[in-house]
């Protein structure tokens, strides 16, 4: 029986994945920032949920909900860094203030919650740390440039975290989804207001961010599926470092290697040559 802490447990992968391994039997610290958010998952788990209120971007928040958990439970073995929301506006249109709420939800909450479990899981020397990226962590796409911004930066550290503590019995896996009915382009997301829209980008972020839009609850991720991945890869033994979910983001992270290999091998020589020898 594993112990979970998860953040932003009240819709999408967050709520599936706690279902989820509520149904292996494990028990489940689950975070929302209303206590009534959580209150279903309450009726399915019963004791073995600990509903906390968590907004991943107040330090007294993170510290008082992790210190229960590890109060309540004794330990957590599986941190499900959940929590985040998206932003659709080309880089040039983007609001700095709706910009900068991203990156404290998506990048400093995660790395907040990450730390505050740390000593725990180092005096324990076992745990996994479940860090919820994108296809997006990994390329590109108009509209969402700031969102990749914030996922490229989960990725960075997570890669840099994982080196640091698989000495110490530590794991960490990358969660890559492509598109899921999990509800993130659709209230989740903010976009670009009106007054800021800037009509040469509409080919490119103006039909990318309609097209998220009109593809909400249509996407062809299924998350109860994705939760029983997620599920399978917290009690495995030798988890990989990333997991791509879904088609796109598989093909997608494959595709984005050939593209990189393509760009730089004409210019080989040159990029050698900076060194000294």
């Known amino acids: 029986?594993?112990?979970?802490?998860?953040?932003?447990?009240s819709r999408g992968f967050g709520r599936e994945v706690a279902l989820e391994a509520l149904r292996r039997g494990d028990s489940v610290a689950a975070t929302a920032r209303t206590l009534d958010a959580l209150t279903d998952l309450v009726e399915v788990g019963g004791d073995r949920v600990l509903p906390l209120v968590l907004d991943v971007t107040d330090p007294e928040q993170v510290t008082a909900a992790t210190s229960r958990a590890l109060e309540h439970f004794g330990r957590i073995d599986v941190l499900f860094n959940n929590a985040g929301i998206g932003y659709f506006a080309a880089v040039e249109e983007s609001d700095d203030a709706e910009v900068r709420r991203m990156m404290e939800i998506n990048v400093f909450g995660l790395a907040a919650v990450t730390n505050a479990l740390l000593p725990s899981m180092r005096a324990h020397r076992s745990g996994t740390v479940l860090n919820v990226s994108?296809?997006?962590?990994?390329?590109s796409f108009p509209a969402v440039g700031w969102y990749n911004a914030s996922k490229f930066a989960v990725e960075g550290l997570s890669e840099a975290l994982q080196q640091e503590v698989v000495p110490l019995g530590i794991r960490v896996v990358l969660i890559e989804p492509s598109g899921f009915a999990t509800d993130w382009a659709g209230s989740s997301a903010a976009e670009v207001t009106p007054e800021r829209v800037i009509a040469d980008y509409d080919d490119t972020a103006g039909a990318q961010?309609?097209?998220?839009?009109?593809e909400v609850g249509n996407e062809p991720g299924d998350p109860t599926r994705a939760a029983s991945a997620i599920v399978d890869i917290a009690?495995?033994?030798n988890p990989p470092l990333r997991l791509p979910l879904g088609n796109f983001a598989y093909d997608g992270l494959l595709d984005k290697l050939d593209t990189v290999r393509a760009d730089i091998a004409p210019r080989e020589q040159l990029s050698r040559s900076a060194d000294r020898t």
């Open 1 to 9: 029986m594993a112990i979970w802490l998860i953040t932003g447990a």
């Open 134 to 139: 994108s296809v997006g962590g990994v390329r």
């Open 209 to 214: 961010r309609r097209a998220f839009r009109s």
């Open 235 to 237: 009690h495995d033994d």
